[in-house]
Protein backbone atom coordinates (compact mmCIF):
# COMPACT_ATOMS: atom_id res chain seq x y z
CA UNK A 1 0.00 0.00 0.00
CA UNK A 2 1.15 3.23 -0.71
CA UNK A 3 0.12 6.44 0.49
CA UNK A 4 0.71 10.11 -1.36
CA UNK A 5 -0.15 13.25 0.16
CA UNK A 6 0.44 16.77 -1.81
CA UNK A 7 1.70 20.13 -1.58
CA UNK A 8 2.39 22.77 -2.84
CA UNK A 9 0.19 24.53 -5.81
CA UNK A 10 -1.45 27.72 -6.04
CA UNK A 11 -2.20 30.70 -8.19
CA UNK A 12 0.05 32.61 -9.96
CA UNK A 13 0.65 35.02 -12.92
CA UNK A 14 1.85 33.83 -16.02
CA UNK A 15 5.23 33.30 -16.94
CA UNK A 16 6.17 32.51 -13.05
CA UNK A 17 6.83 29.16 -11.19
CA UNK A 18 6.07 26.65 -8.91
CA UNK A 19 6.92 23.63 -7.09
CA UNK A 20 4.47 20.98 -6.49
CA UNK A 21 5.51 18.27 -4.18
CA UNK A 22 3.86 14.46 -3.40
CA UNK A 23 5.57 12.70 -0.28
CA UNK A 24 4.72 8.95 -0.85
CA UNK A 25 4.93 6.10 1.86
CA UNK A 26 5.60 2.67 0.53
CA UNK A 27 7.40 1.81 -2.63
CA UNK A 28 6.82 1.96 -6.33
CA UNK A 29 8.01 1.32 -9.18
CA UNK A 30 7.30 4.40 -11.13
CA UNK A 31 5.61 7.49 -10.16
CA UNK A 32 3.77 10.53 -12.22
CA UNK A 33 2.18 13.79 -12.13
CA UNK A 34 -1.37 14.19 -14.04
CA UNK A 35 -3.30 17.15 -14.49
CA UNK A 36 -7.38 18.24 -14.85
CA UNK A 37 -8.28 21.17 -16.40
CA UNK A 38 -11.60 22.61 -17.49
CA UNK A 39 -11.99 19.49 -20.10
CA UNK A 40 -12.32 17.09 -17.09
CA UNK A 41 -9.69 14.60 -18.61
CA UNK A 42 -6.60 13.22 -16.60
CA UNK A 43 -3.58 13.93 -18.72
CA UNK A 44 -0.36 12.65 -18.38
CA UNK A 45 2.26 15.37 -17.35
CA UNK A 46 5.38 13.32 -16.39
CA UNK A 47 6.69 10.06 -14.99
CA UNK A 48 9.37 8.58 -13.75
CA UNK A 49 10.77 5.49 -13.00
CA UNK A 50 13.19 3.70 -9.65
CA UNK A 51 16.02 4.17 -12.80
CA UNK A 52 15.29 7.59 -13.24
CA UNK A 53 14.03 7.22 -16.81
CA UNK A 54 11.14 10.44 -17.76
CA UNK A 55 9.08 11.34 -19.93
CA UNK A 56 7.10 14.15 -20.30
CA UNK A 57 3.74 15.50 -22.56
CA UNK A 58 4.88 17.44 -25.34
CA UNK A 59 2.81 20.54 -23.87
CA UNK A 60 4.77 20.92 -21.05
CA UNK A 61 8.42 19.74 -22.00
CA UNK A 62 11.03 22.07 -21.83
CA UNK A 63 9.18 23.99 -19.07
CA UNK A 64 8.11 21.24 -16.79
CA UNK A 65 11.05 18.58 -14.59
CA UNK A 66 9.94 15.53 -12.74
CA UNK A 67 12.13 14.34 -10.09
CA UNK A 68 12.48 12.48 -6.77
CA UNK A 69 14.31 12.63 -3.50
CA UNK A 70 14.59 8.91 -2.58
CA UNK A 71 15.76 9.57 0.76
CA UNK A 72 12.65 11.83 1.16
CA UNK A 73 10.75 9.59 -0.61
CA UNK A 74 9.01 13.02 -2.23
CA UNK A 75 8.34 13.49 -5.68
CA UNK A 76 8.13 16.92 -7.39
CA UNK A 77 7.15 18.35 -10.16
CA UNK A 78 8.84 21.71 -11.31
CA UNK A 79 6.52 24.22 -13.56
CA UNK A 80 8.25 27.38 -14.95
CA UNK A 81 6.90 29.51 -17.40
CA UNK A 82 3.42 29.01 -16.86
CA UNK A 83 0.73 29.37 -19.51
CA UNK A 84 -3.03 29.72 -18.56
CA UNK A 85 -3.60 26.40 -20.31
CA UNK A 86 -1.34 24.91 -17.33
CA UNK A 87 -4.73 26.01 -14.93
CA UNK A 88 -5.80 22.80 -13.58
CA UNK A 89 -5.93 20.39 -10.53
CA UNK A 90 -2.68 18.52 -10.63
CA UNK A 91 -2.52 14.91 -8.94
CA UNK A 92 0.63 12.70 -8.08
CA UNK A 93 0.39 8.89 -8.57
CA UNK A 94 2.09 5.86 -8.56
CA UNK A 95 2.12 2.05 -9.92
CA UNK A 96 2.96 -0.72 -6.77
CA UNK A 97 4.50 -3.09 -9.60
CA UNK A 98 7.15 -3.39 -12.96
CA UNK A 99 6.13 -3.01 -16.23
CA UNK A 100 7.83 -2.77 -19.62
CA UNK A 101 7.75 -0.15 -22.13
CA UNK A 102 7.44 2.88 -20.10
CA UNK A 103 7.39 5.26 -22.52
CA UNK A 104 4.18 3.51 -23.84
CA UNK A 105 1.71 3.56 -21.15
CA UNK A 106 2.96 5.81 -18.95
CA UNK A 107 -0.10 8.71 -19.69
CA UNK A 108 -2.47 6.45 -19.11
CA UNK A 109 -4.36 6.81 -15.89
CA UNK A 110 -5.53 3.47 -15.88
CA UNK A 111 -1.94 2.01 -15.23
CA UNK A 112 -1.79 3.52 -11.82
CA UNK A 113 -2.89 2.50 -8.37
CA UNK A 114 -1.98 4.80 -6.12
CA UNK A 115 -3.16 8.52 -6.25
CA UNK A 116 -2.44 11.60 -4.28
CA UNK A 117 -5.30 13.94 -2.78
CA UNK A 118 -4.77 17.04 -5.69
CA UNK A 119 -3.18 20.03 -5.51
CA UNK A 120 -4.69 23.18 -7.68
CA UNK A 121 -2.60 25.39 -9.55
CA UNK A 122 -4.56 28.80 -11.10
CA UNK A 123 -2.11 30.53 -13.90
CA UNK A 124 -3.82 33.97 -14.53
CA UNK A 125 -2.79 36.63 -17.31
Known amino acids: QVQLVQSGGGSVQAGGSLRLSCAASGRSYCMAWFRQGPSNEREGVAV???????FYADSVKGRFTISQDNAKSTLYLQINSLKSEDTAMYYC??????????????????????WGQGTQVTVSS
Open 93 to 114: AARGSYARYLVAWWSDERNYDY
Open 48 to 54: IDTAGNT
